[in-house]
Every structure is written in C-alpha cells, then in structure tokens.
C-alpha cells in the first residue's frame, strides 16, 4: 500500500471517529430520541452507563418514581397525562428498560415490550377499578369488582368466562345476574333465587327419586331441559338414566 | 472471445453477487414473516465471527500462521466471508438509523464484491498456470508438490498483486469502521 493511500485511509478513518464523538446522536445512535430526551441527544452518558447500557438508576435521578404520571421533571403537575391513573408506583421491579426504548430504531424490536399487568405489585392487580372505569352497559352495572372471574389480564375482549359451560341462560333462565348470584359473588350461585325453585320442593322431588346429595343443582342440571341431566362424568343422559346413575352410584356409596 | 468472457467472467460474479443479495432479502423477509426480527439484530455476531475466522488464510499467505493447508483455508475464507457478509447484511437489514455502522455495512459490501472479483481473477490465474502443472508432472514432480507449486503460481500472479492493492486498503476501511461500531455497541448496549 502506498504512503499517499494509507495517509488518506488514516485521514478520513480520523475524521470518521471525530464526527461520532461530535454527532454520536447521528453517527452511533439507533435512530432518533423521543421528543421529551431531544435535549439528550448528544450526552449519551445521561442514559448509559460505559459498557452496561441504559441503566434505571440514571433514569430515576431525573424521573422520580413517586411523581411519574403525577409530576413532570420540573416539578410541575402533568397537564396531559397517559394513563387515567398513574401506576408506576405500583411496579414490583423498578426495570425502566424492560418497557420504554428511547431510541426510535430499539424501539422497533420491542413491539411485545408494552405495559403488562404481570408488572404490577400482587395488591395492585387484584383492584382493577384503581386503573380501569367499568363499562355502563347493563351487565356491567349488575357487577362490582371481581373482573377476574370473566376477564383475563392479557386483553378485556373477550371476556374468558362462558357461561354455558356452566349453565345455559336459556328462554327459562333470562334472569339478571343477581338472582342467581347474590352478593357480588360470581364463584357462587343459588337456584333459590326464583319462585319456580324452592328448598321444600327441590329436596322432596330429589329425595324420592333416591338422591340425596342436590346442593350443587349445576353438576347434573346444565340447562333448564328435564330430559338433559348429566350424571357426576358429564355425559349427557335422558332423565330416567340420570336418575339411575345416581342411584346406583349413591347405592355403591 | 465474447462467449468465454461471459461465461468464465460476467456470468459467475453476476451469480455470486445476486446470490447475496437474493439471501439477504430472503432471510429478511423471512425474520419479519417468522416475527423474529429480533434474531436479526444478533446474526451481526455469528457473522463478524465467521469473517474473522476466514482472516486465517490472510495470516497463513503472509506466514503469521506456519501450518495449515492453504488451499482449505482459502476455500474457508471464500465462502467464510460470503457467509459472514450475509448474515451481517441480514443483521443490517433496510433499518436506517446510525451512519457509522451503515458505512461499515457499505464497506463490507464493497469488501465482499472486491472479494468476488478477486476469486474471479484467481480462478482465470489458475487456468493460466494449467500449463504449468502439466510442465510440473512432465518433470515428474509428486501430485501433492505439483498443486502447492501450482497454488502459490496462481496467487501470486501479476493480476492478483494488483487486485489485492485494493481489496486490502478496502478491508482495512471496514475492519476499522465494523470496530467502531463494534465498540458502540460494547459501550451503549445493554447485554442483560
């Protein structure tokens, strides 16, 4: 190689290494900063530590944990906030980098890196009002707390809980939720809460058929059809044989 | 003349260079089909990895490295790097965010097709020495001495010499600027 060639490589390789320590935000850095950093851009070490990367501990000296979503970095209350309630407090990990990427290019490769609710603190999760408003429509109303019995913490739609592998709300069974489910408590229901169902009647009808155990009336009964009775293995039988099966296991007993 | 020329010249290094680019943009297309474009961002490893291995046959030309049977690693350097160059043009991707590391991905780029070039002259440097092989066997030389008289003929000829004028100069370029970036990463990137 000749002089004159490595003095222009060795030139332009300087010249290269001098714009990344002058322009790091255009030379080294993934792509572009929120708008809320672009003062950052060129002072990577705000955010970096050498060799470690974007570390919590730098991000907390400026966003104080009790005051995001409350509070912006000068102290003055957040105008227009993200989420109707802040939440950061309530974080079990204080891991910044686990959810935000400020780069616009590390971004990109961070699309499953939301909000998730696995990051919320164990009492946290269980109050669902604290963060969300409950829909106005008419089931909705019926219902206070206990979102988890229908929904799931991944997405609200659709809501986990079918009814009909339960019970079929069926032409006889339109009623609202609180006649069967007294008290807000969905883990539990009463076939009593209606004037076709009596104690009286439902223990003399089940007693002279031979069937002494009829406190969990869905175990047999899914629906409001006489003839479909599931025994306790959850086939579907006419009602004479459901009644046999029963008797005959409660014999065996 | 033009039909040999086409076929022992154009045809191969247009097939070599549309090769990489077509297994870039497959690999490409498949990471973002298989949502794992992430992956991509790692391939810049295994492929740096794969180039720095096939510098073993720089070394072993300019006797840093003693043993090594030339012919095999310059076989590993061939398709060594023209594994590794795609693999770290898949890492690059169509992302466009730093300068530096996308002029040390152009230099690769350079470095790869100079590469081609380069295998292309060495193949037309070996048909040249065929004659020479033949001299060689009529002088009675083993099989084995005759392809090491032949191998070194071939590298060392007056186009060769030439070629690596520029290819060398090339690879420093983007040896020096894949460092840069190597050591932005180091410096900025978060491993946990």
Redesign the interface.
Known sequence: ?SRI?KLV?AA??IA??M??FTYPN??????KLIPGHKQLETD?FAC?A??????SERCVSCHKPAEIGRLTTTGQPVSKPLTSTPFHQKLTTQDC?ACHSD???VK??RPHRHFNHALLQKATLDQCQSCHKAPADALHRQISGNCSQCHNQNKWTPATFDHSKYFELDRDHNASCVTCHTGNDYSRYTCYGCHEHTPDNIRREHIEEGIRDFDNCAECHRNANERDIRGGGGERRGKHEGKRDRKGRDDDD | MTNSLWRQHVLPFTFLVGLLAAVTLAGDYLLHRLDL??VG?YLGIPGTLLIMAALIYSLRKRKYIKTGNPKTLLTLHEFGTWIGASLVLIHAGI?F?????W?ATVAMGVNAVSGMVGKLLLDRSRRHVQGQREHFQLRGLSRPDVEQAVFWDAVTLDAMTKWR?VH??IF??FA??AL??II?I???????
Do not use: D, E, Q
């Not at chain 2, 965010?97 to 590391?101: F, M, T, Y």
């Open positions: 190689m060639l490589l332009n390789l290269i290494a714009l990344a255009l030379m080294v850095g993934p792509g990577c970096h050498p060799l470690l990367g974007a570390s980098i780069h616009a290019g990109r490769f | 474009v992430w961002r992302h965010n730093a300068i530096l590391p002029l004028k060398i100069p420093i370029v020096t600027l840069g970036h932005s180091f410096l900025f990137w978060s491993w946990s």
